[in-house]
């Protein structure tokens, strides 16, 4: 196994173990506060520390890895359950109408400045940890379904498609049996970045206050009430952020190393 | 004089060549013959140093006293161009599609010889005029994009004989190329040897094109040369089995059956499509190509018709007609009396009389299949019978591949097998009409000489009828009772397949004819 592979495999391993975890067992509970223990460094009986609550730093890192991973993966979700038909069915009509609006249509959402429009959405429902599923949701729609119609062209030129015409298949029926099983290891790889994407977005909607809500831990949030504190106990700033970066890291090598593994023109070339 | 002496290469303790010595002589051309994986290629990067890393070479190749294996590779550099220089199968990936042929050309006399740009560009023309590109109609300022397959193969010559090299080595340079151009391009190869002097080792899979003009042949099998002399000595008493097997392949003809006159099953009738030519950005109406211009032909019950034509001339198109893949412009196509609409709309029943193999072996599978369940696609249009299985097994069985072929996938069969599972999916559902689409063009000429003796078997026992199409004339004079020329979308002659090969009346099937290469009858023994 190569080392980015197994680097991002115990990044992303940790983060989602935590998140597991914290749904049995935290060391202490983050509704509790203990102002007479707050923002104490870390320790024994506090290992990353407390915040201006006092509440339990790791407790919260824990909890809040669950909201964002829960968060990031409806999301990419949303996006391959809606993106991967539409690109599969652009790809099927390659040139015809329905390719054309479904193409235009994503041409649209890309066009705004994701992060902005998913603080309009929010901002216009209300902030909720599912609204700020939807908004980051709706961004991953078009980049699944321009890296599925991008991988199911060259498909739809090879012989074993034109083979399954001869024998009388439909679109539909072609592109569920021969072309989604040929490029599930794009689709993969895609959804492994998109992931880490949408917990760097989670984070930033939070930070704004328009993710999750308290009492839910969040790490945006954490970073965002750590930012009068930093001076005074720099952990509370530097504990959130160092979850989210190596998270998201973890996260990418993954994909990298997914895309490596997975991709035969690649292993040869090594 | 070049000279590979016991060149040997392992990978990983696994033989790869096993001594192999050939001798190239100035102004002479050495055919390297052999079947896909028998080492011809890996000769050849062994003897310009061009190995894929891993792999490691023992004994030596000898250039006017001087050994090249084991030295550094920036030495090698040295020598690769101005001394050994190699031409590919396809020129396209060969050239750079973003500069000028000319500057291509001249780039390696300019950073080499140290030439000045201007007197680099000028040689430049001077070589681009000998491959047969001259001045008025290929300026140097065309791109690759701009030529045809044969001219980009005249660049890349050029660009491999700019530096004068002692010897050029040719890596089945023509298989890619229509039979009049490869016999162009062989004139040329031949026309530089003799002039330039060098020696030239000349790889394929061919063995009528190295007939015609290698002086010395060498026979490849599985690493080793087997057998290697003048050629013609060579082919008129070969002394190893494999080389008189290779012979015997290619002199073969199966059996012709001729057909009694029956009903017409496939009528196609002045059917045309045309095709817009690129996106232009310019007002005014995009210019078309018309691809099959009005075109009629039938195909009776039983009967084998050849399809001949070289590429671009329409017979893809026509076939995708022909299968219902796409729709024409005008024209009808009746499959057993019913017409032929494109898309769904044709009724299973009548899609299930006709079948259809590809020439790609390796294209033409899904990867993540089963060989049972390939074979049994297109039971998609007549319903899934409960003894599928067996019907599997025997369609195999039919096609000769027996065992336990059906819970495998595709990546673990042969070419030739492949185009025999193929053939079992095509027959699964008892087609009255096979489209066979350059079925045996990628095969090699043993497993090609099988799959044929296989097509008139199956097509006596199941009553077929095969629209045989291909680019080889000697193929379809196996195969066929009829024959269609075709050249720019048009037929321009049709008629038995003996009168058409024996006595051509369009001039277009006479260039044909004459350029097709085969092995010269005073080399039969």
Not at chain 1, 29 to 50: C, E, I, Y
Request: charge should be positive.
């Amino acid at each position: 196994m190569r080392l980015s592979l197994f680097l991002g495999f115990l990044l992303a391993g940790l983060a989602l173990f935590a998140a597991g975890l914290s749904l049995i067992w935290t060391p202490y509970d983050v509704t509790q506060l203990a102002v007479t223990q707050k923002l104490r460094p870390p320790s024994a009986a506090h290992w990353l520390g407390t915040d201006h609550l006092g509440r339990d730093m790791f407790s919260m890192i824990m909890v809040g890895a669950r909201t964002s991973i829960a968060v990031a993966l409806v999301a990419v979700g949303i996006g391959m359950g809606i993106g991967v038909p539409l690109g599969l069915a652009a790809a099927a009509d390659r040139g015809g109408w329905l390719d054309e609006i479904i193409m235009r249509a994503n041409d649209l959402i890309f066009a705004f400045p994701s992060l902005v429009i998913a603080i309009l959405i929010t901002a216009a429902l209300g902030p909720s940890a599912v609204n700020a599923i939807i908004a980051i949701g709706i961004f991953n729609i078009p980049v699944f379904a321009r890296v599925t119609r991008g991988s199911a062209l060259p498909i739809w030129t090879l012989d074993y498609i034109r083979a399954a015409r001869v024998a009388g298949k439909g679109m539909a029926r072609i592109s569920l049996q021969h072309v989604l099983p040929n490029i599930a290891n794009v689709l993969i790889v895609q959804a492994t970045i998109q992931f880490s994407l949408g917990i760097l977005a989670e984070a930033g909607l939070s930070y704004v206050g328009l993710g999750a809500q308290p009492p839910t831990p969040s790490w945006g949030r954490m970073l965002a009430e750590a930012q009068t504190m930093a001076s005074l106990a720099p952990h509370v700033a530097i504990v959130p952020g160092l979850a989210i970066l190596l998270t998201v890291l973890g996260l990418n090598l993954l994909g990298d190393g997914l895309r490596d593994a997975l991709d035969p023109r690649l292993r040869g070339a090594r | 004089m070049i000279e590979a002496r016991k060149l040997t290469v392992t990978h990983r303790e696994q033989v790869l060549l096993h001594r192999v010595s050939l001798k190239l002589t100035p102004g002479k051309i050495t055919g390297l013959v052999g079947e896909s994986g028998s080492g011809k290629s890996l000769t050849a990067l062994a003897m310009i140093g061009l190995l894929p890393p891993g792999m490691s070479v023992e004994g030596m190749i000898d250039m006017q006293g001087r050994n090249l294996v084991g030295l550094p590779e920036s030495v090698l550099a040295g020598i690769r161009g101005k001394r050994i220089s190699m031409i590919f199968q396809e020129p396209m990936t060969a050239l750079n599609p973003l500069m000028s042929i000319g500057e291509q050309v001249a780039e390696a006399l300019h950073l080499h010889e140290g030439l000045d740009h201007k007197t680099a560009l000028a040689r430049a023309r001077e070589r681009l005029d000998r491959v047969g590109l001259t001045a008025p109609r290929f300026p140097l300022s065309l791109y690759p994009h701009e030529l045809s397959g044969g001219q980009r193969q005249r660049v890349a010559i050029a660009l491999a004989i700019s530096r004068r090299p002692d010897l050029l080595i040719a890596d089945e340079p023509t298989t890619a190329l229509d039979v009049t151009t490869q016999a162009q391009i062989l004139d040329l190869l031949r026309g530089l040897v003799r002039d330039e002097g060098m020696a030239l080792l000349f790889i394929t899979h061919d063995l009528a094109v190295v007939a015609s003009l290698a002086d010395e042949v060498a026979v490849m099998q599985r690493g080793a040369i087997v057998e290697q002399g003048p050629t013609e000595p060579l082919f008129r008493a070969p002394q190893h089995s494999y080389t008189r097997d290779l012979l015997a392949a290619a002199r073969s003809m199966p059996r012709l059956i001729l057909s009694a006159p029956s009903p017409a099953l496939l009528e196609v009738e002045a059917v045309s499509r045309s095709y817009g030519l690129g996106r232009s950005r310019q007002t005014g109406p995009t210019p078309r190509i018309k691809a099959v211009d009005r075109v009629s032909l039938t195909i009776h019950e039983g009967e084998a018709v050849g399809l001949v034509g070289e590429s671009g001339c329409g017979k893809s198109t026509l076939t995708r007609l022909i299968l219902g893949l796409d729709m024409p412009e005008g024209g009808t196509i009746r499959l057993a009396g019913q017409n032929i609409r494109a898309g769904r709309k044709i009724p299973a029943a009548l899609r299930a009389r006709m079948q259809v193999v590809f020439q790609d072996p390796f294209g033409s599978f899904d990867p993540r299949w089963t060989v049972e369940r390939l074979v049994a696609e297109p039971f998609h249009l007549t319903g899934r019978p409960r003894d599928w299985r067996e019907r599997v097994a025997e369609a195999l069985y039919d096609v000769g591949i027996t065992g336990d072929a059906l819970r495998r996938h595709i990546h673990e069969f042969s070419g030739g097998q492949r185009q025999r599972i193929a053939l079992a999916r095509a027959l699964i559902i008892r087609p009255s009409l096979i489209v066979l689409d350059e079925a045996v063009s990628a095969l090699d000429l043993r497993v090609r000489t099988q799959v044929l003796e296989l097509l008139a078997r199956l097509r006596v026992r199941h009553k077929l009828s095969y629209l045989f199409i291909s680019h080889d004339l000697s193929v379809v004079r196996q195969v066929t009772d009829r024959v269609l020329i075709m050249r720019q979308g048009q037929i321009v002659e049709s008629g038995p397949t003996a009168r058409v090969m024996d006595a051509p009346e369009h001039s277009y099937t006479r260039e044909l004819l004459a350029a097709t290469l085969q092995i010269p009858d005073k080399y039969v023994g």
